[in-house]
């Protein structure tokens, strides 16, 4: 018996599959076992068609090619070179069992990339487990941004067998790819980032209490809301607070490329942090992910270290409003179902925009409102408490005036983004300031008593939770980042309660 390596999708990480064959006398037959589905099990003739044009003969024995372990259900056109190189390995006498290998098989025994392959070895590298794989030679621009793997590309079954033949004398068909955009170094990891702003702040006229909460966001990463009378720019803030977000990691970057691959996309590997905008009229499932035997990851998957925006917000169901507060709060979303039940990390920029009543005119001084005062309170109910709770600013937008013009662009705001990026690193921070658990607030955000005294008294005034008051001292911690000071100042504070929910 011999056996190599391939992977297989267990929610969105891969796990490890071993592919072992049997050639054993008895009447000529080829069958796979190991719950294969059926772009597996077609794999079958793909193989056979790829031995008999490369001029090898078909072993006439009783062929069984397994899939360990058998309990998890395998998928995917990848095992196609795994299962061929097995099958013609008579001619390859040494132990195969270290090597990954992955490829879809032409009939001709050209070996074609696999739209999953990307992030399955993506996610075999960031669990440790994988150091050199076979893959087709086809997708080796994209793989080789994977760091910590020797990749062997090739470009038929021939060139398969061969390379196995031939190990003592292998090298890597290249070395690792850098990403090549702008960065910096901060105790020896590597911050990218990048000065294309598709839409800029310098478009957005007035509005500074919002352009203010947007850099607050955007530095310490907290969950906004804008309110205000259509066409006030809230969307338009919203699209813009995208290309000011803080630079990001090596592993970001990846993860991002793998969320991309998973959502049908070409990865791009540019440091710049998803955004995803689903519709209000989208279902449950297509939120937070689903599905009756593989649970597939949702736009709130997608959105994971990047932004989710909801537009027109009351108008979302109240079971979807009602689940987003779990992956608010623990930055992952976890979906059971009776054959899986799969976890997803979901660590995203909450972004929220909604009219001040149904018709949108609560709050303009030259339009009236046509809402009564239970329109206005069962519009305003669409959104509990426990909801908004999880919101860190809550900004009024002003009404649009001819005489307003444009202040800051989008390169000034992610100069001081960065900054303070690196102002909360150069402390010991390795978390944005919106993230920060009980005891990492009680470590990093420090006050003086006057400001202490301060955040008590507004406890008491404005009845905050425990978990507003702890929203509370991590906005001040941003706004004290961004001003450059290492405590947190009255002025600080107050600020940070101008923004909390009245």
């Known amino acids: 018996m011999k056996k190599v390596l391939c992977a297989t999708y267990e929610g969105i990480d891969a796990k490890v599959v071993q592919v072992e064959s049997t050639l054993t006398k008895g009447l000529p037959s080829f069958s796979i076992v190991g719950m294969a589905s059926a772009s597996i099990t077609e794999a079958k003739e793909r193989v056979k068609s790829a031995l008999l044009c490369n001029d090898f003969s078909f072993p006439p024995k009783r062929i069984t090619i397994n899939l360990a372990p058998s309990d998890v259900k395998k998928e995917g056109s990848q095992f196609d070179l795994s299962i061929a ?22 009939l001709n025994g050209d070996v074609k990339e696999n739209v999953h392959l990307y992030p399955l070895l993506l996610s075999l590298a960031n669990q440790n487990i ?40 292998l090298t890597p068909t290249s070395q690792a790819s850098q990403i090549e955009y702008p960065f910096y170094e901060l105790e020896g990891e590597r911050f990218y ?42 969307s338009m803030i ?21 969320l991309q691959v998973l959502d049908m996309d070409e990865p791009d590997f540019k440091p710049h942090r998803s955004m995803r905008s689903p519709h209000h009229s989208s279902t449950l499932a297509s939120i937070f992910g689903g599905g009756s035997f593989r649970a597939q990851i949702g736009e709130v998957g997608l959105a994971h270290r990047g932004l989710l925006f909801f537009d027109e917000l009351p108008h979302f169901s109240k079971s979807i409003l009602e689940a987003l507060r779990e992956p608010m709060q623990d930055n992952k979303i976890r979906i059971s179902r009776v054959n899986a039940k799969v976890e997803y990390p979901s660590d995203f920029l909450f ?69 303070a990026h690196i102002f909360a690193h150069q402390r010991g921070q390795k978390k944005f300031n919106a993230k920060l658990d009980d005891l990492e607030i009680e470590h990093f955000c ?57």
């Open 85 to 106: 190189l097995l099958i013609a390995s008579s001619e390859i006498e040494d132990d195969l069992s270290e090597w990954f290998v992955f490829g879809e098989l032409g």
């Open 130 to 169: 994988i150091k050199k794989a076979i893959v087709p030679y086809g997708a080796l621009e994209k793989l080789l941004k994977i760091p910590n793997i020797e990749f062997y590309g090739v470009k038929n079954l021939q060139e398969a067998i061969e390379l196995l033949k031939n190990k003592e004398h």
């Open 193 to 234: 980032y990048t000065k294309e702003y598709v839409y800029d702040f310098i478009d957005v006229k007035g509005q500074e209490v919002a352009k203010r909460a947007a850099l607050i966001a955007a530095a310490g990463f907290h969950n906004i809301l804008f309110e205000g009378s259509p066409g006030c720019g809230k």
């Open 238 to 258: 919203a699209q813009r607070l995208r290309y000011i977000l803080p630079p990001m990691r090596t592993d970001e970057i990846l993860e991002t490329a793998k």
């Open 351 to 419: 972004v929220a925009a909604m009219n001040p009543c149904k018709c949108g005119n609560l709050l303009d001084e030259n339009k009236e409102c046509r809402c009564n005062e239970l329109e206005i309170q069962r519009y305003k109910n669409r959104l509990s408490d426990p909801f908004l709770d999880r919101i860190d600013l809550n900004v009024i937008m002003q009404n649009v005036n001819s005489q307003d013009t444009a202040s800051y662009s989008s390169k000034e705001l992610h100069k001081r983004v960065v900054e």
């Open 446 to 502: 420090v006050m003086d008593n006057d400001t202490q005294e301060t955040l008590e008294v507004a406890t008491e005034r404005f009845s905050l939770s425990f978990r507003s008051i702890k929203k509370v001292q991590k906005v001040s911690r941003t706004i004290a980042d961004l001003e450059g000071s290492h405590s947190i100042k009255k002025e600080h504070l107050l600020e940070a309660l101008s923004y909390r929910r009245r």
